[in-house]
């Protein structure tokens, strides 16, 4: 349980109680106006719940698709997603649901005779609990298609806005300057956050404060607790049993190293340490493969190209 009363914004429960729900709906409407900055006859004013996305392969490994889909008065969808765990590709990920989104939309109006003109935008909104792109130093990024040359926003049905929680380093209540750092503290910060540090937060928003009062633990039947705790366990054994696969998967490539080097050293000879080398590549691309590793996870693990693993699968 938390330190306060307050439980974990971040927990995919507890998510969907504050922002999934028909009775918090203007919580949603307020974050979604507050995190794409919009202003005056830009705000969204009005949202539907849409039934989120499925895929099977995905919903297997309890893995949450989509945590809310809605659009707005003007049809346009918005994806708002909580990300905890590190997931490889999430941002490929993100286009991928934008784009099921944006073509459902003729699959459902094809009694109605929909057309491609009627098709609305889409934008995706994800808070992440991890580094989704590391080259990047401001925790939020905002993404659109430009013409390469021009910088025209020509193709304006696709945005993707992304929050990455581990880039937000204000810890003081008193430095928040603006609503978009209050709404990453709250994710960040709200099972660790004071009586005396919410007053501070909430100042004049009281969408803010009924966020944090539906994480008051206190408000929250026995049955409800248990399915949130039940969620992070999930999240702690995933994380737990991806630890455990990466440390393995490192102690390999030490053992496999040493006994490259020793038939290396055996041989006496450059290019028995280059043989090795390759036997070890191939026992170590193997066994991942085997185990369901993607090739873009081998070779951030292994730092061989994809050439290079195509190339030892098959050796």
């Not at 057309?115 to 934008?123: E, P, T």
């Not at 994380?239 to 080097?261: G, L, V, W």
Request: hydrophobic share 40%; net charge negative; proline share 2%.
């Amino acid at each position: 349980m938390s330190i306060t009363k307050f439980l974990d914004p971040k927990n995919d429960v507890a998510f969907r109680r504050i922002f999934g729900t028909e009775k918090n709906k203007d919580i949603l409407i307020h974050f979604i106006n507050d995190i794409l900055e919009l202003k005056d006859r830009d705000k969204i004013k009005e949202i539907t719940f849409l039934p989120t996305i499925t895929v099977p392969e995905i919903a297997a490994k309890k893995q949450s698709v989509v945590d809310v889909l809605c659009k707005d008065e003007n049809g346009v969808q918005l994806i708002i997603e909580m990300q905890v765990a590190p997931q490889e590709g999430f941002e490929k990920r993100a286009q991928y649901y934008a784009a099921k989104a944006y073509s459902r939309q003729l699959n459902k109006g094809k009694e109605e005779g929909a057309r491609y003109i009627d098709l609305k935008a889409v934008i995706f909104i994800a808070i992440t609990d991890n580094i989704i792109f590391k080259d990047k130093i401001f925790y939020k990024s905002d993404h659109i298609m430009l013409d390469k040359e021009s910088y025209a926003h020509d193709l304006k049905d696709f945005s993707f806005t992304f929050i990455e929680l581990p880039k937000f380093k204000i810890t003081d209540i008193n430095l928040l300057t603006n609503i978009v750092e209050k709404w990453c503290f709250f994710f960040k910060n709200a099972d660790k956050t004071s009586e005396a540090d919410l007053r501070k937060l909430i100042g004049s928003d009281n969408v803010i404060e009924r966020a944090y009062e539906e994480l008051n633990q206190f408000n929250w039947t026995e049955d409800e607790l248990l399915t949130y705790e039940q969620e992070t366990k999930r999240i702690m054994d995933n994380q737990a049993a991806e630890d455990y696969k990466i440390n393995q998967i490192k102690q390999q490539i030490i053992e496999a190293e040493e006994k490259a080097e020793a038939r290396g050293e055996a041989r006496g000879e450059a290019r028995g340490e280059a043989r090795g080398k390759a036997e070890r590549d191939i026992e170590i691309v193997r066994a991942m493969l085997i185990d369901g590793d993607s090739m873009e996870k081998v070779a951030k693990i292994t730092g061989l190209s994809i050439a290079e693993i195509e190339k030892l699968k098959f050796s």
